[in-house]
């Protein structure tokens, strides 16, 4: 099924970014290795949408308000988005939370299968981050050696996939 995405402003996030809306639009990614927490509150409309690269901030030491970069990393960007959400007077009850990414799209040797990749290490790191806050995650599509175009419409939390071919 195809979203009808006439008139909405698309709103692609880089690695290490993030987008944060009251207001209907689309937001879009491309990940590999990378991770997108989307985050998205029905109650009052708000979503966010982030692109992560690495597991965790080691600059901060653990104090992610101080982190310059705090999108680059997993850690510190779910407790932005959190802290950004309670903010708006969500409850993190209310928030409802998806994650994306986390392919292994480099190839490895039988060897090197058994190293926790960049990718495995992101996931386990947001599963980890959540639990700690116990917020479920509602959905997701993490792992595997295929990269993913995500489009996140931010009036309604839904969120589009389309698989890369794995040129490998």
Known sequence: MKPNLDGLQNVYIHPGEACFSSKPIIVSTVLG???SIVMFSKKIKYAGFSHCMLPNCRECNLNCDKCN????YVDCTIEFMIKKFQKMQIQTKDIEVKIFGGADVLKT???EKRISTVGRQ???MAINTFAKFNMPI????VGGTN???IFFLTENGEVYLNRLKNNG
Do not use: M, P, Q
């Open 122 to 124: 992101n996931i386990e």
């Open 147 to 149: 990269g993913r175009k």
């Open 138 to 141: 509602a959905t997701s599509d």
């Open 109 to 111: 040797t039988s060897n």
């Open 69 to 72: 970069e705090r999108f680059r």
């Open 33 to 35: 290795s990378c991770l």
